[in-house]
């Protein structure tokens, strides 16, 4: 070996000791120190295999393909059973049926979030929330369906429970003979069967469901509900016709008259009055005009300068319908454009503390401010009451359709199961549900009927709106506003 050879061999010599020497003093500087376990909670919340060892492409077939293939490494076996009760229940996944199904090409982890788990299983089940938006009820379904799991409606076993712990209606492990079957079928059932939900909507049923499956609710409903787009039966068209042929008579009859001076021609009417309204909005004067609809027509203005009382009395049952109709509208629109929004989910809900608390307060102030009439009508009855007697009819239809809605309410809150703490919010629905519970018949057969009544009476309402004295709600509007147009 030259020189040149010693030269090199000492450097190689010299890097390697470098190298040794620096792993000999990290190992010093660590010894006896053990590393300790991943923590099994962090933050209050367990900590599950998937949140590390998660597959980075399952939003690819491929990492679909390759999470299914890893449980049905198991779940393809007969031997792949669980013994619940001395039964053996079978966990076994058809392959072929995944394969044919909605949901070839979603990894069993993107629906079973919990399932990595030790032990091996399923808290909570498969997440259908996580992709799809819930119903609200803007469909052919009657309500939105919150306190249901998906899969007790669109699985295909009809064994159903309601479970306490979890306020929700869900599959049951047992069938009606008691006996426990296993919930691994990945078909879905066909819900354009008109049958289909009878597993909970029937006699006798233990989840607190109506015995009849009732309609949505029909467009016309939104001046106190959150509506579809539908019109609904054929009592609800009735309904719909007596109103438009009410508002085309009444806009007859005020076509009748002289309008900017023009007393014959129906066209020109019309015409004047289209102009008028055009000219009006799209006027430097539109802010003025809004002053004067907000203060004469909302808050009526004129009525309080007439008679304090009369107008205290109005404004009870006047504003809280006003601000209903409102609401609803306004949940129509969110629900719409954001249907997953958390905001949507609160107005939607009937048992949220929000929307239970407004609805009972406007039915309350409403039923006041009828008792406040009746009063006027049938006991004071000052000299303008005298002319005024078809209001009584519209009085009553309301103050009907308010006791309705509250005897409704409160059957549902009891049939249902709705706890306490989420009850509570219904100051007047809760209280009659307690007091109902007294009665024991058979609330799921009653409930139907009472919901039928409350749709008939507001069904009624709503056709008599432009013929009796309240169609005074469409004109004074109009009138107000070609009055100032032509000032």
Known sequence: MGKRGVGKFIKRMLCLSICLGSLFFAWQVNAGEIKPMMPPQLEG???????????????TNAGAFASQAFCLECHHKNECIKTIDKAKVSLKIDPEK?????????GCIQCHTDVARSPHQSKTG???LSCHPFHNGAGEIHA??????????????KFVYFDKHTDLVRPAHINGKKTPIGLTDHDLQNTTQGDFCNRCHKPGNAVGAAHAVLPPKSFICIMCHDVSLSVGGPLFWVALIFLVLGIFLTLHFW???????EEKSTHRK??????????TFFSKKFFTLLKTVLLDVLLQRRLLQESVKRWFIHSLIFLPILFRFSLSLFTFFVSRIGPESPLAVVLID???GFTAFVNDLCGILILLGIVLAALQRLIIKPPHVVAETKDNLALLLIGLLILLGFLAEGVRILMTQVPTEVGIYSFIGYPISRLLSFIHIEWTAVYPWLWWAHAVVGAAFVAYLPFGKMR???????TLLLNYKMK
């Open 98 to 106: 995944i394969r044919k199904g909605r949901h070839a090409f979603v």
């Open 270 to 279: 019309i015409g004047l009055v289209s102009e008028s309204l055009w000219s």
């Open 45 to 59: 919340k367990t900590r599950d295999c998937l949140d590390c060892h998660r597959s980075p492409n399952l939003e």
């Open 350 to 352: 009937k048992n949220s």
């Open 144 to 157: 939105p369906h919150l306190r249901v799991q998906c899969q007790a409606c669109h699985g295909v076993s």
């Open 255 to 261: 076509f009748q008259g002289s309008v900017q001076g």
């Open 472 to 478: 005074h709600i469409f004109n004074t509007p109009l």
């Open 126 to 128: 498969a997440q259908c």
